[in-house]
């Protein structure tokens, strides 16, 4: 079949042109025409009240510190591409002075405090976080390009519940482990990616802190603006000094973290490629490891399944957060039956997500986090197209600056198909067809990765049967992307391996010999 080619261009004055040129809507004509609805005025929170310092500085010891090199890199708006501000560049220097200050604190201080007073400290983070989370879902959505109502009523509320959840368990260890007497570990290295900068943190923090344990965290290049914020937050907390230490940097921090003789436990969450990495410098060390790595998780919709809803889950599963999500139901499996139907209505939902200004309360689809992430979308979408796969999108004018894809999605793939396999991480979604439950499991599996997966249905009965024979670590039915502090989430196979989330996430930072 002849691929089309609607896939958005770089002008030669390197501004996006509309994805669909032909057939894009002007401007000026949204209001009225805009997937056949009338377009909601401009509705932008106000970045103003919250202004970013121009540079940024390490986080050691409960002070903000000077980078020993005294180098700093840009962090911009992928929005807009303007430079925010900068960002201190942490050497083996300065991520040894904070895995000195992390172990003192923990022998001196944290480690030795009655659990109920860790357990305070970290309830009064979570109130600090809940009284600043609108300054907090506005940088955030500044720094990464996700839409803010995703991080106002998403993120930022979820951050706040870890911190709660797991302050909980501060003094409840025995309870949680009977018969056991857990310890912490030591001082954790934690190295967390830039598609949920807050999150992840949270995710990270919070238990290890909440078990006794110090810490080392090293946000992403791109988005490290709030965990720097939490700092702050930390500081107002009162938090014993040297206790959370935040380096900042690109990958050569995060290996200094990894390699870093006195850790006792590293937690990355980011790609499978560095996962390996990871896992191959730190075999024969001793050192604990839970690696939260990609995905391509199958949305599987069985016929008998309420098709409007179904719909608007895979819209949630790829689309949210612009697909920038290890757990996106970024290959969507339609049962035979019901293939034109749910393609229809997937075309005809797309036309109305609304792509545009993150920081307006009616933008569905952000920016993209970087211009690396695009050209990576735009290139796995071209092996589609060359391989034979044909594509939708929405139809809409893209910002001329800042980086941008349309939401689309993808048919005629093959499982061979690179789109079938590897991960996009960006809104694109490819859709494949079945015919019998044992062929959407057989197909649901068969990717390198094990991490998420979604089943549709009108019956119990099958989704219990496919949920056990799914090798995936969070199954969700008739729904998608839905998240809970008390419950794990990890992978299996090239996804990973150890859980976050609920009490394996707590056993996942403590001794429990
Ligand atoms: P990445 O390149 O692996 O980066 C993740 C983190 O590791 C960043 O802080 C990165 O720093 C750092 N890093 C890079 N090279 C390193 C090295 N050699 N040693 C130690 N640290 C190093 O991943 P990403 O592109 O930022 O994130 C996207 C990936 O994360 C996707 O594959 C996604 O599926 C995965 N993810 C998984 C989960 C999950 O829970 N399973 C959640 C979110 C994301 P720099 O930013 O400076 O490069
Ligand atoms: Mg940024």
């Excluded at 996962?275 to 001793?286: D, N, W």
């Excluded at 796995?380 to 689309?408: H, N």
Aim: hydrophobic share 40%.
């Amino acid at each position: 079949m002849k691929a089309k080619t609607q896939v958005a261009k770089i002008s030669t004055k390197g501004a996006l042109v509309p994805a669909l040129a032909p057939t894009a809507i002007p401007l000026k004509d949204r209001r009225l025409n805009f997937g056949g609805k009338w377009e909601y005025a401009p509705s932008p929170e106000d970045a103003k009240s919250y202004p970013i310092a121009l540079r940024h500085e390490l986080f050691i010891n409960g002070k903000f510190v000077v980078p020993a090199a005294g180098t700093y890199f840009p962090s911009i708006n992928p929005a807009t591409e303007q430079q925010l501000t900068e960002i201190a560049e942490a050497n083996a220097a300065d991520v040894d002075a904070a895995v000195k200050a992390a172990r003192r604190a923990y022998d001196r201080v944290w480690g030795k405090m009655p659990a109920r007073e860790r357990g305070k400290y970290l309830y009064r983070i979570a109130r600090i976080i809940q009284e600043k989370a609108r300054e907090l879902a506005v940088l955030e959505t500044i720094d990464g390009g996700k839409p803010i109502k995703e991080s106002r009523d998403v993120d930022l509320p979820l951050v706040a519940a870890h911190f709660f959840y797991y302050a909980g368990w501060a003094d409840k260890l025995k309870y949680a482990f009977p018969g056991k007497t857990p310890r912490p570990l030591g001082v954790a290295g934690q190295i967390i990616p830039w598609n949920f900068p807050l999150l992840m943190a949270a995710w990270k923090l919070a238990p290890a802190l909440a078990c006794g344990n110090t810490v080392v965290l090293k946000p992403a290049e791109t988005t490290s603006i709030t965990a720097l914020r939490l700092a702050q937050i930390f500081q107002e907390a009162g938090l014993p000094e040297g206790v959370v230490n935040i380096v900042t940097g690109a990958g050569a921090t995060g290996a200094a973290i990894v390699n870093h003789p006195d850790i006792n436990k590293i937690a990355f969450t980011g790609s499978t490629e560095v996962g390996k990495l990871i896992a191959r410098s730190m075999a024969g060390t001793g050192k604990h490891l839970t690696l939260e790595l990609g995905g391509k998780a199958a949305n599987i919709i069985f016929e008998d399944a309420p098709l409007d809803q179904a719909v608007e889950g895979v819209i949630a599963g790829i689309y949210f957060n612009q697909g920038h999500v290890c757990c996106a139901g970024s290959r969507l499996l339609v049962q035979e039956g019901v293939y034109a139907r749910v393609v229809k209505k997937l075309r005809d939902r797309i036309q109305t997500l609304r792509v545009g200004n993150p920081l307006d309360k009616n933008t569905d689809i952000g920016a993209i986090n970087s211009a690396g992430q695009l050209a990576r979308i735009r290139e796995l979408v071209q092996s589609g197209l060359d391989e034979g796969a044909t594509l939708q999108q929405t139809q809409c004018a893209l910002p001329a600056r800042g980086f941008w894809y349309p939401p689309s999605f993808l048919t005629g793939v093959t499982h061979a198909h690179r789109v079938a396999q590897e991960e996009i991480f960006g809104p694109v979604l490819s859709v494949m067809t079945f015919r019998t439950p044992e062929e959407a499991l057989e197909r649901a599996n068969n990717t390198p990765y094990g991490l998420s997966a979604g089943i549709w249905t009108d019956k119990g009965s099958k989704i219990f049967k496919m949920a056990a024979k799914l090798n995936a670590g969070v199954i969700w039915a008739n729904c998608y992307n839905k998240f809970d502090p008390a419950s794990p989430f990890g992978g299996y196979k090239e996804s990973g391996f150890g859980r976050e989330g609920g009490l394996p996430g707590l056993a996942a930072y403590c001794r429990l010999d």
